[in-house]
C-alpha cells in the first residue's frame, strides 16, 4: 500500500484530486468510483472548483457508487444520491445519466443489488475508486462479520455505523437499518484504489489496515490484497 501523510484536510483532499485529474487527463471516459461521508467533501469541491476552471472535464467520465441506504427516496437529503448531487454532479458537466448509485426506492433490492453488479461489470470495471473508512473498518457498507460479500448486495447496518451516521439524522432512529453496496468483489474489480482517512478517530481502524494482516472482522485490511492502493491520510491518523 503506498501512503500519503498530509498536513491537513485541504492537502488530503488535494492530494487526492490531483489523482483523479491524472485519471481523468490520461483517459477521459473512465470510470470512478465514488464515496460519500464526510471525508471526500473537500476532494469533491477540488474536483468542482477544477471543472468551473476549465481544468477538467466530465464530460466522458462515468461514475459508480459504492452504496446507498435501504430504503431511502433520491430526495431524502440523507440519502446518497442526494449527497452525490449537492456535493458534486449538479456542479459538473457530466451527463447525470452516467451516475450511478443503487436505488434505494428497489421494490426488490436483491435484484437492484445484481442489476448494480451487472452495471459495474458492463462497464468493465472501475479506473479509480474512491474509498473512505468506516471507525469500525467498514468499507462501503461492508460490515465486520465472518463472512464478506464479493458481489453488490443488501446488508444490515451494524450499531456503531447506525450510531456513527446518527449524527445526520434526527435521532438514531432514523437512520435505515439496511443498505444496498458493492462487495468486496466489486470493489477489487477496480485498476486503483485510494482510500482516505482523517481525524483521531480513524486511528484504530487504520492501524488495523497496516497491520498487514487479513481479518473479515475488519473489511479494510482486506485492501492488502490489492495491488494498487493508496492510502491519503492527515498525520494526526498514523499518529
Ligand atoms: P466518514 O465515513 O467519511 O463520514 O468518516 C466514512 C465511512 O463510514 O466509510
Known amino acids: 500500500m503506498n501512503i500519503i501523510v498530509c498536513k491537513s484536510y485541504d492537502e488530503m483532499s488535494q492530494r487526492a484530486a490531483q489523482m483523479v485529474a491524472a485519471q481523468i487527463k490520461s483517459k477521459p471516459s473512465s470510470v470512478i468510483g465514488l464515496a460519500t461521508g464526510s471525508t471526500p467533501e473537500g476532494l469533491y469541491a477540488q474536483l468542482v472548483e477544477m471543472c468551473k ?18 430504503p431511502i427516496n433520491p430526495t431524502n437529503d440523507q440519502s446518497y444520491r442526494y449527497f452525490m448531487n449537492y456535493h458534486l454532479f449538479d456542479h459538473l458537466d457530466i451527463d447525470k445519466a452516467n451516475t450511478n448509485v443503487p436505488d434505494g426506492t428497489a421494490a426488490d433490492p436483491v435484484a437492484e443489488a445484481h442489476r448494480y453488479e451487472q452495471k459495474i461489470t458492463d462497464l468493465g470495471g472501475i479506473d479509480l475508486q474512491i ?60 485498476k486503483s484504489i485510494i482510500i482516505m482517512a482523517t481525524g483521531a478517530n480513524k ?37
Open 53 to 70: 476552471n476549465g481544468e477538467l472535464s466530465f464530460k466522458d467520465v462515468t461514475t459508480v457508487n459504492l452504496d446507498e441506504y435501504y
Open 203 to 239: 486511528k484504530k481502524a487504520v492501524s488495523a489496515m497496516l497491520e498487514r494482516t487479513v481479518d473479515t472482522s475488519f473489511p479494510a485490511t482486506m485492501l492488502n490484497f490489492h495491488p494498487n492502493v493508496t492510502l491519503i491520510c492527515t498525520a494526526d491518523v498514523l499518529e
Open 131 to 190: 474509498l473512505g473508512i468506516g471507525r469500525n473498518g467498514h468499507i462501503g457498507f461492508n460490515e465486520p462479520d465472518q463472512k464478506l460479500m464479493l458481489d453488490t448486495h443488501v446488508t444490515d447496518l451494524t450499531p456503531d455505523t447506525i450510531d456513527a451516521n446518527s449524527r445526520f439524522f434526527a435521532s438514531a432512529n432514523d437512520v435505515p437499518r439496511q443498505a444496498l453496496t458493492m462487495g468486496m468483489g466489486s470493489i477489487f474489480k477496480a
